[in-house]
Structures are given as structure tokens and as C-alpha cells.
């Protein structure tokens, strides 16, 4: 899901692979060597590339970006939202809740077909874990009447079935305007649950209302964000022996576009809960007025490259860490695939740090790729009753820096065991830990939305 980090393929993905599916690897371009023989990157032939001008769009100014997030990108190969994160009852008990709307438009070499639509919604309780899940999936205004509008934003995927009520997932916005401090959004589902076990027809009912307290902030580099999701070997070589292993450094000397390597990348990652309700069947399950929740919305390019990565033992961690006391968020994890090796990344965000031309927050803090450690604590381990599989539930992570306002060193644990999600052909741990420790000099406290993939073929 959010975070995060995946480039699948528009084919059978399933009812809940989707949700994580939307935000891993983004294709991959040629080697650095042959660059200058490439054609230039267009955005508007749907190139997903660096640049340290702003050349894309979305880059030239706040009104650009907020067209940018709020309208259609039919160029590109993936176009997708994703939200994630806590529900705190009013007895103080614990939920988490994830939806995602998805896009794609085109096939993975770029070749006209029917785009096909992705929603679903995820929500588990710690009194009672294990997942609720809901899903539609079709060709938008052929088998899957969709929706996306601009003035006010909003997107809803709906199906129909003789005799029954429609089943849904919508999300807009209610005031405000996408992507701007102070928009309030809400999330309404009504959806069969899926889940292992649940009774015949039992419907997922949900309703979230959650109020942006930060703006955008946007990852990577350059003034489009552009978020690398792997280098090869020759631009690894550069990054660890010219540029002493910072990928912002060896981009912005270069001009490497990495074309296709790595998406462009925006976050909402403060948006403080207002009301929350959440039903199974007939009965109400959950319902309160506190909680954080993570806004992600990536877009992305492939080319017939990625399969060669996507397709073989490809394996994920991200952490996508909030402060809501300090308006900090982070983001840290690795990507890793024998091909191509690890590349692993830590940034930092704050509501003080400086703006792109677009308006969005640029990161405070960049960690080059050999200040990230990232350590599972092994007595965490903990086998699935369901699917056998064995994740660590606890992690330090140590960030190295010259200084101590570059330094940080984080506790990170689920909040509770059962967070995996069956993505069809393959499990996945999704789900809320907890976060301490100190960063750049001070004690934090926190929460993370957390993806833990195994090696998988995607």
C-alpha cells in the first residue's frame, strides 16, 4: 500500500495486492553510458525522469501541482492515491485503515489499452486482528463505472449487480482544495468484505473525515520529486566513489534523468482524524474522533525493463514515519533485487523547511545510502498462523551523520501481530508500529505505516 513502493503489472493484480502494489519500482532506464544517445525525457510523452530544472508540469508552480494531482494523467502508466493509517476509538482502543484508488492507463511497453481501475480498503482491529478487506476492480465506464473530478477533487469507483444495492469506495475532498494545508477529506466505503472467513455478503462499511495539517511535501530530488527506486551499476560505481554515496549529489552533478527508474513522488503525511466509524454487516465495529492518517499519491512509467526486475525475487521495507507533535514525517527503507542490489534511503520532512517552486516542502534532511541501517531485532520474529510466513515485528534504525542534527536513532514495533495482508499469489506485512528514539538531536515519539515484503515475484 502506501508507501508503500510497487510497480505491478496492469494484469490480474488482486483484490488486495493493489493496496501495496501501487508504490514500489518504477521502471528502469538504460544505463548512465547511453544516456546521451537516449532522446530528451518529455512529460508529455509520460517519461518519469530527474530534473534539476522545472521542466515537468507539476513543477512550475502550486496551481500546476494541484492540476497535476487533481486531474487524469492518461500519459503515464500508473496514476495512484493511497491512504493509510491509525483510528483511536473513544475508548482509546486501536484501528487501522488503509484505501487506495489506482489508474492505469497504459500497458507496461507503453501500448494502447483499455485502462483498468483499482480501488480497495483495508481496516483491522487490535482487539480482534486480522484484516477486513474490500475491493473493486474492472475498466472504468465498461465494467466498472468510475469517477474523477477536479473542482471539488474527487475519485469513486462503483459497481452494480442485478437486484443489489451498488458497492463503492469514494474519496474527496469536502473543503479545501487537494494537496493545500487545512483541506478536509472524507472516505466512504460500502463493499462486500473479502477476507478469509467473513460471512457470505457481509459489507465493510466505512466513513473517515481527516483535515491536513502540513500541505504537500514531496520525496526525491529535483524540483519535480523525483524518487529514484533503483540504480545500476555503473551509477552505483559513480554514487560510492565520486560522490561520496549521496544520490542527490551524483544527480544534481550529472543530470542523469535515470529515466523511468523512479516515480514522481508527493505526500500529505499529517492529516489529523476528526470522525471515523466503521461497520461489519449490521454492526458498528468502530467509531471515533482521533487518529493520523498518511496521504501517498505516486505517478509512474515502465518499459518492458522493469519486468526483468519485478519478476525476480524482488524485496521491500519502508517505514513512512509520522511526528504529529513535532510536523515531522519521514520516510526510510530499501529496495533490493539480486539484479541490481540494495539501495536503501532515509529523508526528512518538516513544516519549516524550504519550498519548491510548486509550492511543496522539500526535505530537511537527506541521508546518503551508507548512513541507513536498518536492524530487525531477532527474538521479534513471528511466524503467520495463516500463511507460514515470518516477519521481524521490531526494528532499530541508526542514520549516521556528520553532525548531531544529522543523526537518529529510532525503536520502531507493530502495535500489534496480525498485519498481514494475502496479496493473492504472494503475503505481505502491512500495517502500524510504533516509533521512539531521537532525531537530529531530540527525543521523538511517533507512528509508521510499515510494508515488509519478502522476496516475491510480482
Keep these: ?10 494484469r490480474s493484480v488482486s483484490v488486495l495486492g493493489v493496496l501495496l502494489l501501487a508504490l514500489l519500482i518504477a521502471c528502469a532506464a538504460l544505463p548512465a553510458a547511453a544516456l546521451a544517445a537516449t532522446p530528451p525525457p518529455s512529460a508529455a510523452a509520460g517519461d518519469v525522469f530527474y530534473s534539476s530544472q522545472a521542466t515537468a508540469p507539476q513543477a512550475q508552480s502550486p496551481e500546476a501541482m494541484r492540476t497535476f ?3 487524469a494523467q492518461p500519459q503515464f502508466t500508473l496514476q495512484s492515491y493511497v491512504w493509510a493509517g491509525s483510528l483511536v476509538e473513544h475508548d482509546g482502543q486501536l ?22 481501475v483499482t480501488s480497495a480498503a483495508l481496516f483491522n482491529r487490535s482487539s480482534a486482528p486480522g484484516y477486513a478487506v474490500g475491493a473493486l476492480l474492472g475498466i472504468p465506464e465498461l465494467t466498472l463505472p468510475f469517477s474523477l473530478t477536479t473542482l471539488p477533487w474527487s475519485a469513486r469507483a462503483q459497481s452494480f449487480s442485478l437486484g443489489q ?7 474527496r ?24 472467513g467473513a460471512p457470505a455478503g457481509q459489507l465493510l462499511t466505512l466513513y473517515v473525515r481527516a483535515r491536513d495539517t502540513t500541505g504537500l511535501m514531496q520525496w526525491g530530488y529535483g524540483p519535480s520529486g523525483f524518487f529514484p527506486q533503483w540504480i545500476y551499476d555503473d551509477q552505483r560505481a559513480a554514487i560510492t566513489g565520486e560522490y561520496g554515496n549521496s544520490v542527490g549529489r551524483y544527480l544534481a552533478a550529472t543530470g542523469d534523468p535515470m529515466t523511468d527508474q523512479g516515480d514522481y513522488y508527493y505526500t500529505l503525511p499529517l492529516l489529523e482524524v476528526q470522525r471515523f466509524s466503521v461497520s461489519l454487516g449490521d454492526q458498528v465495529v468502530s467509531e471515533g474522533s482521533r487518529g493520523w492518517l498518511w496521504f501517498d499519491t505516486v505517478t509512474q512509467t515502465y518499459d518492458a525493463a522493469a519486468l526483468e526486475i519485478v519478476d525476480h525475487d524482488i524485496t521491500w521495507m519502508e517505514f513512512s514515519v509520522q511526528f504529529p507533535r513535532t510536523g515531522q514525517a519521514m520516510k526510510i527503507g530499501y529496495v533490493e533485487q539480486p539484479k541490481v542490489g540494495r539501495l536503501d534511503y532515509a529523508m526528512l520532512h518538516d513544516r519549516d523547511a524550504p519550498k519548491a517552486q510548486n509550492g511543496s516542502f522539500m526535505d530537511s534532511v537527506d541521508w546518503d545510502i551508507d ?3 536498518i536492524t530487525p531485532v531477532p527474538s521479534s520474529l513471528w511466524k503467520s498462523p495463516e500463511s507460514g510466513q515470518s516477519y521481524y515485528l521490531k526494528y532499530t534504525v541508526t542514520l549516521d551523520g556528520a553532525r548531531p542534527k544529522e543523526r537518529a536513532k529510532l525503536f520502531i514495533a507493530a502495535k500489534f501481530q496480525d498485519q498481514e495482508v494475502d496479496a493473492g499469489q504472494r503475503t505481505v506485512y502491512e500495517g502500524l508500529f510504533s516509533v521512539s528514539g531521537t532525531l537530529c538531536g531530540k527525543k521523538v515519539t511517533g507512528q509508521a505505516w510499515t510494508e515488509v515484503q519478502p522476496a516475491a515475484d510480482l
Design 1 to 10: 500500500m502506501t508507501s508503500s513502493r510497487s510497480a505491478p503489472k496492469p
Design 69 to 71: 494531482l487533481s486531474t
Design 95 to 116: 484501528s487501522t485503515f488503509a484505501c487506495e484508488v489506482q489508474r492505469n492507463p497504459q500497458a507496461l511497453d507503453g501500448t494502447a489499452q483499455l485502462p483498468v
Design 165 to 171: 444495492q451498488p458497492q463503492f469506495i469514494d474519496v
Design 173 to 196: 475532498v469536502v473543503d479545501g482544495a487537494i494537496g493545500t494545508k487545512g483541506a478536509v477529506y472524507e472516505f466512504t466505503t460500502s463493499i462486500t468484505n473479502g477476507a478469509t
Design 371 to 373: 548512513e541507513v541501517h
